[in-house]
């Protein structure tokens, strides 16, 4: 469910692109196949992006052939440039959906501590916080839209509400996977507005 959100987003990113935008996208396509056969292998992008897993690879590889055709790569471009990946803390499996987070470490981003649904309700694992700190993902925005409205008078607030607006589309996206790609800069501004417009401008639902 959240990895189709994100190809719809990414192909409504592409569709509504300018020229310029495009070409970037298939020159990324290009620059990872380098055999130009038309699909990205897990060697291909193992060698680009370094940091990439199979449990990564898998999730973007949509028709389970074992390749990334171009359509399938705009989904990994678009995450690429815009999120950072995440990973469940304890087994280290992808978070795809709903997730917990340690709210204290969730404000030291992005040096977070997130657990999946699993990981979570078995309590086999060991953090210097304890559960009652931690916050389902839907939790998580209440209480950040909790916080926003109680610092309206304090200065800073306008960086704190663009966090949180951040934070909300991305959540809404489902894009929680993880940080194969955290050494990017990202530019938040740029992720909020691009997530909205990708979905006003797509007609498609997230959550």
Do not use: W
């Amino acid at each position: 469910m959240a990895m189709d959100g994100i190809r719809k987003i990414a192909r409504a990113s592409y569709d509504r692109a300018s020229e310029e935008e495009k070409n970037k996208a298939y020159s990324f396509f290009r620059r990872i196949d380098v055999d130009g056969d038309g699909k990205i292998s897990f060697q291909e992008l193992k060698a680009y992006m370094p940091t990439t897993d199979e449990k990564l690879f898998r999730e973007f590889d949509a028709s389970g052939d074992g390749t990334l055709d171009f359509d399938e790569a705009l989904a990994l471009y678009y995450t690429s440039k815009k999120t950072t990946f995440r990973m469940c803390d304890v087994c280290q499996d992808l978070l795809m959906g709903s997730f917990f987070s340690c709210l204290p470490c969730h404000d030291m981003f992005p040096n977070t501590f997130d657990l999946c649904i699993d990981c979570y309700c078995g309590g086999n694992f060991k953090h210097e916080h304890d559960l009652t700190n931690f916050f389902d993902h839907h939790d998580l925005l209440y209480v950040y839209g909790e916080r926003t409205s109680s610092s309206d008078a304090h200065k800073g607030q306008g960086k704190f509400q663009d966090s949180i607006k951040i934070a909300k589309n991305i959540f809404r996206a489902g894009t929680h996977i993880a940080h194969a790609v955290s050494q990017l800069d990202l530019d938040y501004g740029e992720i909020a507005s691009d997530i909205e417009d990708a979905v006003s401008d797509s007609d498609c639902t997230i959550m």
